[in-house]
């Protein structure tokens, strides 16, 4: 995983409150990514889904979403 991707593990295993810059990154992330869960590596639990799974996994993508939806639409 990159340093970012280990700083979001932590931000998230900790359950700090996010800013709305890094939940918009997230968004991104998890968007430019999906594709990585059709990875040679992806059932082997390879580095796609380490890194994928550190930034919150489906859940993770579900909820940045939700979040990012309701900030645009305050």
Do not use: C, I
Request: proline share 3%.
């Amino acid at each position: 995983m990159t340093p970012v991707g280990l700083a979001r593990a932590r931000d998230l295993s900790a359950r700090r409150t996010l800013s709305e810059d890094t939940v918009k990154r997230m968004v991104s992330y998890f968007a430019r990514h999906a594709v990585d869960k059709e990875g040679s590596t992806w059932a082997e639990r390879g580095p796609g889904w380490q890194a994928w799974h550190g930034w919150g996994g489906d859940a993770g993508a579900m909820w940045s979403r939700r979040v990012l939806r309701a900030l645009e639409n305050r």
